[in-house]
């Protein structure tokens, strides 16, 4: 598989970085560029930890949900919505928690709920669609914004 080159780019930026700010010494630094050059075996075994690394945290590799993925979530979601009886209102201020403020152009939206949740799903990250769907499903109890929100329904 050949990674976009300016996902690649961006790795290396942020990989060198990294480097460059740990307590590495200059010596250590050279061992790790010179076995980064020699040595396939040193790439490979990065690339087996991010997936695994990856695997424990529950994220599909590909960076993006399935539409199977994305029509459970918009189906469990319009669930909830419905069960707890949710204003259009309500819903849109949950993703804007979710995901800093994105989604405010929303507010005024003509749009049904359900139209909404699939907007929002197709374009927030894997983080945001968690952090929203813990939000729908459990009302923090030691957030008054969040109660309010949840309450004013």
Known sequence: MVTRSRTREKVMRILLAALLDSSLSAGELAEIAEELSASPKFSWDL??????????LDMPVSGKMSNRD????????????????????????????????????????????????NK??????????????????????????LQGITKRS
């Open 47 to 56: 690339g087996e930890l991010l997936r695994d690394v990856l695997g424990r």
């Open 70 to 117: 994305r029509n459970t979530l918009d189906a469990l979601a319009y669930s909830v919505i419905s069960r707890r009886r949710l204003s259009k209102q309500t819903v849109i201020e949950l993703m804007n928690a979710a995901s800093g403020r994105k989604y405010i152009e929303l507010m005024n939206s003509n749009q049904t709920t359900r139209e909404l949740l």
């Open 120 to 145: 929002f799903f197709n374009s927030a990250s894997i983080s945001e669609i968690r952090k929203f769907m813990e939000m729908l499903e459990n009302p923090s109890k030691d957030d008054p914004y």
